[in-house]
């Protein structure tokens, strides 16, 4: 793939590249980085128009907000700069989490997040998971305080419920909601989605290839690198359920192949026919499947299409949670 030029998509008065990059796995999660192949990945979705760049700072513990930093030098003019606050991380415990979106804890995080990234203003800046123990006006009302201070140009909310994303939305416009939503993750359907339409809010799906598994290159967990957290952690990857699974994929798979495509690509396809206010940010590494990943954004689907690859990846038939039942409990608040 050569040169492109993405068209573009709102979310809400933001209008990026209709598809953006997760770079979450450049640091943690996904086995073994690479910062040299991954530096070259940015720089090559921005070659083809990709303009949202997501990163947080808890992506190995502030070295992905880095490493992006590192790869915008030159080229932050060219892009919309997204990342996120609120899940507390102990590096000497990585698995334990702790949520916060306290006033000063907002004001403190921006900062060390600026710095990272060696940028005077992020453009999205989302609330990673709500905190319960914080009502959502005060979290909201920070991000509006920096928003006039000039630190950040628009909030988001992650992972949000209805309520919380309405209540948050009357302090403050709420730009974007970033969600899981893939073919295997469709729960948001039911109320997020319609309460984020009536209040004009951009939504942004996250691990939209259902964390790589859409894409069918995973068979077995001896598939995954070592470190890979969907080998230990991922219950749907779970022996068992990985099996059940891999049935729909196949599906998938052959509906791709009649149109000259591969699963992935039709996955993506079909989360960015959910509307024009959808910009999925699927993540990768790898300059091959970044470009894998952009061409999905010129297959167009039929409804007749959109029928068959629902019926192949029924929203009710996958096996497993998103998450341990740890991490569920902090969803949807």
């Known amino acids: 793939m050569t040169g492109s030029t993405l068209p573009t998509r709102g979310l809400g008065t933001l209008e990026v590249g209709a598809q953006g990059l997760g770079c979450m796995g450049m640091s943690e999660f996904y086995g073994q980085g690479d910062d040299t192949e991954s530096i070259a990945t940015i720089h090559r979705a921005i070659e083809l128009g990709v303009t949202l760049i997501d990163t947080a700072d808890m992506y190995g513990f502030g070295r992905n907000e880095e490493l992006v930093g590192r790869a915008l030098a030159g080229k932050r003019d060219q892009v919309v700069l997204a990342t996120k606050f609120g899940i507390v991380r102990d590096e000497a415990d990585p698995s334990k989490r702790g949520i916060r979106g306290d006033e000063f804890y907002v004001r403190q995080q921006v900062e060390a997040s600026l710095r990272r990234l060696n940028v005077d203003h992020i453009d999205l800046y989302y609330q990673h998971r709500v905190d319960p123990e914080v009502p959502i006006e005060e979290t909201a009302g920070a991000l509006s305080s920096l928003v006039e201070q000039g630190k950040i140009r628009h909030i988001g909310l992650s992972e949000a419920g209805p309520e919380t994303i309405r209540r948050a939305h009357a302090v403050h416009p709420v730009t974007a909601v970033q969600t899981e939503w893939s073919l295997w993750s469709r729960d948001i359907e039911n109320e997020v989605v319609p309460v984020c339409r009536e209040l004009g809010i951009g939504l942004?799906?996250?691990?939209?290839?259902?964390?790589?598994?859409?894409?069918?290159?995973?068979?077995?967990?001896?598939?995954?690198?070592?470190?890979?957290?969907?080998?230990t952690t991922q219950p749907r990857f779970a022996e068992g359920n990985l099996e059940r699974n891999l049935a729909m994929v196949e599906a998938l798979r052959a509906l791709a192949e009649e149109k000259g495509v591969t699963a992935g690509q039709l996955a993506l396809a079909w989360v960015q026919a959910q509307g024009d206010d959808v910009v999925p940010i699927p993540g990768t590494k790898r300059r091959k499947y970044l470009e894998e990943n952009v061409a999905s954004v010129g297959l167009k689907l039929t409804a007749e299409d959109v029928a068959a690859i629902e019926e192949a990846v029924p929203a009710d038939a996958v096996a497993g949670e998103r998450y341990p039942e740890a991490a569920m409990r902090l969803l949807s608040r």
Not at 208 to 227: C, N, Q
């Open 204 to 231: 942004v799906p996250y691990s939209p290839l259902g964390r790589g598994f859409l894409t069918g290159r995973f068979k077995s967990k001896e598939d995954f690198a070592d470190g890979d957290f969907r080998q």
